[in-house]
């Protein structure tokens, strides 16, 4: 062992390290109970090695450096490093057990710098900055290079003033990453703390990045982050959280190329008004999950922004998550990758006065979008937004397929589902809707269960195939109107044997293929011009609940069975013509297999005035 500058040992064995520079020579040993640093730069040279550890000493106002060099090794570091406003805190090139200490306000170049192996990490993280006057600035607590990092029950930033730590530039061209944490290559793990008020930032406002507000990771073997979560809805909590985290990109999280998963954590108010993208969670590639956790008014004025948003080739999977009152444009966006959502809930995201502000954005190439189980119910836009505008085939199935669970999407401020059409050329895309072991409820969203974007400005895009099927015992009910002027729509593609009903405007561009089970018609979709339909496997068509119906129908072939529910409550006497079917002179043949008719005390009422028209017959 080899001491230099100042040093001096107290009775209990410490060495204490005031001030200058202090060398622990190569090959040596340190075997005494601490070394305690109270000032000045300590080098652990390579090979040396310190046992006993190293203590930071908070007692002091400006700490010092520690640095371990190659293949050098030290026990658990310690205590407090705070202040220091020249350089790295703790710079580690060798191997460390492990890191309880505490780094406070060490604004010069970060707290931590890590090249080597270094053990958990646990301690409390408060207004560290990374600072960059040249252009590029990274990671204001740790910065990890290669290597595995392990955080276990540790706090990053806090709720006062000052307390986030910060990765910030003020140069002209400027790029800051990860606000507490950037590391590049290896894998990470964070279970159990808290990361608030992070930043990456350039105060001076010049144009450029600034990006995971608390996390950057790229290129990195794998991730995860989880936490503990209790309590639903905006009451939950986790014992890993992101609150309050800013960037550009990113403003909590933001993941280059690296795979991973997200579990049981909570997001709370992260994002500013100017975030581009990702307001939470910023995903470029890698195969992705989010599992078990909450976002709750994650916020962003910009018309770019997702609270989630995968960027790039790779996969999504969000599962038993919920999204609450987050104010973006989008709560979930995917950008050419496929993306699958399951049993989570979704309820007053969005921007109300933006025509494509939705709930999930899928914008595809060539890719899919499953969407099982879900929630999107109250939500300030419309709930899905499928954009088919890109060349391939795209595709959106939203699947019922739990007994307990099942799709509801209603009482959203848009569309249910609003298609973005192609402005030139076709289309073979196709959207589903599957009732197969749930039921799919679409109710009272303002502008329509399903809609197309240019439609509304006149133009007469080419559309997806839409399919409605639902499996036997099991129901699709659509009270909204479905406006799809160029294309049609299929019921029971597959001689489903379960019940589509249709209650709302129809205003159909294309042939009405039903092909099994049942077709309802209530009042408001009975009024509506069916285009050409086809009748296959002699299926149901039944007209539901009204006092008066006009079914008008192009053309008619096939078979089918009617049924014909009619409410005469609050009617008098004997409504004549109660129900007409005409078609446009094709033949088919349409049974009359049940007439079921109640008035007001519930009695049935006798009905004699029925006109089928079917061709000549």
Known sequence: TQLMEDEDSDPTGTTNIKDGTTNISANGTVTQSAINLKGGNLIVNTGAAVNSGITGDGTVDKTGRLSIYNSATAGVISGTFKGNDDATAFTNRGTVENVTADFINNTGDGAIANF?????????????????????????????NGGTLTINGASFGGTEAGQGNSAV??????????????????????????????????????????????????DGSNYSITGTKTGTGTSATSTTEFIGNQASGGGAIDIFNTSGKI????????????????????????????????????????????????????????DYSEFINNESMYAVHSLNANMTIKNSEFSGNGFSNNN?????????????????????KNNNANAILF??????????????????????ISGNSGYGILVQQRLSGTTDSSILLHAKNGDILMNNNTKGAIGAYYESYGLNKPLPTLTLNADTGH???????????????????????????????LTLGGDTN????????????????????????????DLQNSSAQTLTVDSISGNAKLNIDIDFTGTSGVVADAINITTGGQTGVITLDKISALDSDSAIKEFTDLAILTGET
């Open 387 to 408: 954009n088919d505008d890109t060349d391939g085939t795209n595709t959106l199935n939203i699947i019922a397929d739990a007994d307990n669970g099942g799709v509801e």
């Open 263 to 318: 579990d049981g954590v909570v997001f709370n108010g992260n994002g500013k008004t100017t975030t581009d993208f990702g307001s939470a969670v910023l995903y470029h590639g890698g195969t992705q999950e989010i599992d078990n956790s909450v976002f709750i008014a994650n916020n962003s004025n910009s018309t770019l922004n997702a609270v989630v948003e995968m960027n790039n080739t790779g996969s999504l999977t969000v």
């Open 514 to 541: 039903i092909k099994g089970g049942t077709l309802k018609l209530g009042t408001g979709a009975a009024t509506s011009n069916l285009k050409n339909v086809v009748f296959s496997n002699t299926p149901t068509l």
């Open 116 to 144: 080597g192996t270094m053990g958990t990490v646990s301690g409390t993280f408060m207004g560290n900055r990374a600072y960059s006057s040249t252009g590029i600035a990274m990671g204001g607590a740790i910065y990890q």
């Open 356 to 376: 494509l502000s939705s709930v999930i954005y899928a914008q595809p190439n060539s890719n899919t979008t499953n969407i099982y189980d879900t929630n999107l």
């Open 475 to 505: 129901n699709i009910t659509i009270n909204d109107s479905i406006t799809y002027k160029s294309n049609g729509l299929n019921i029971n593609s597959d001689n489903n044997g379960g019940t589509v009903a249709l209650n709302g405007s």
């Open 169 to 218: 530039t003020d140069a002209s061209v400027k790029f800051s990453y990860g606000g507490a944490i950037y590391q590049v290559g290896g894998s990470l793990s964070v279970t159990d703390s808290k990361f608030i008020n992070n930043t990456t930032s350039d105060p001076l406002g010049y144009s450029g990045y600034t990006s995971g507000g608390a996390i950057f990771l790229k």
